[in-house]
């Protein structure tokens, strides 16, 4: 009878084991999506009033690479546009370095940020991403919220990371994180940081830093600086007048 009970708690107790994990999960999922909070809401409205200030805007980028395992390297100096309809586009204003880098490196980050911007719905709202509140810093009066966020799905363009707001505002002030999904087969891992500035109340990109495991080429740095935002006069635009 005694050897009977023994084994009876032991299975018991073998059974907790196992069921506390999941209780666990069960337990994390159901509190770790704080995107009922307050500043969540106020970043989804920000972000809208963000997204209609940045069309008929135009900035220069300079934007340096390298392939550090190759020794090469390269700058390019480019217009950056939004159009009305909310399309990116990128004027080359000059380039120095090695062809490689302009080509394979930085020609393939144009092209896969403009077919993003076209693609799928990526944005960071509840449909596509769990939030979890990290907590809060201040630094020279100003307040930032900072989140850990999860995509629900995983989706080229998506990203886990981290997301900072600024208080006041809901603007970010700050994305960085790993895509979950590459936009191309030469790309096996690509981490990012993306910087904003506000400005009259709205987040304008500053700087963006990536890294990249490339095939063939190996790890691919990119630094891209913006500056000289401006918004140019509505036009008419014709469908693919972006290049």
Not at 74 to 87: H, V, Y
């Amino acid at each position: 009878m005694k050897g009977n009970s023994l084994r009876l708690q032991a299975g018991v107790l073998a059974s907790l084991a196992l069921a506390l994990p999941c209780l666990a999960t069960e337990l994390y999922e159901s509190v770790a999506d704080d995107a009922n909070l307050p500043i969540i809401a106020q970043y989804q409205s920000a972000t809208k009033t963000q997204q209609a200030a940045l069309r008929g805007a135009q900035m220069n980028v300079d934007i340096d690479a390298k392939l550090p395992r190759l020794e090469k390297q390269g700058k390019l100096i480019a217009l950056r546009t939004i159009s009305t309809l909310g399309k990116i586009g990128y004027k080359i204003l000059g380039f120095q370095g090695d062809d490689t880098i302009k080509q394979e490196v930085i020609a393939r980050f144009l092209q896969a940020e403009m077919e993003a911007a076209k693609g799928e719905d990526i944005a960071i709202t509840p449909a596509n991403y769990k939030f979890r509140h990290k907590g809060s810093m201040e630094q020279n009066g100003v307040r930032t919220e900072m989140f850990q966020v999860t995509p629900k799905r995983k989706r080229v363009g998506l990203f886990k990371g981290d997301l900072w707001l600024d208080a006041s505002t809901g603007m970010p002030v700050r994305e960085s994180g790993q895509f979950v999904k590459t936009p191309s087969v030469f790309l096996k891992k690509v981490e990012f940081v993306r910087v904003y500035q506000i400005q009259d109340g709205i987040a304008i990109p500053k700087h963006l830093e990536s890294i990249a495991d490339v095939r063939v080429f190996g790890r691919a740095e990119l630094n891209i600086d913006f500056t000289n935002f401006t918004k140019r006069d509505p036009i008419a635009e014709e469908p693919g007048s972006d290049r």
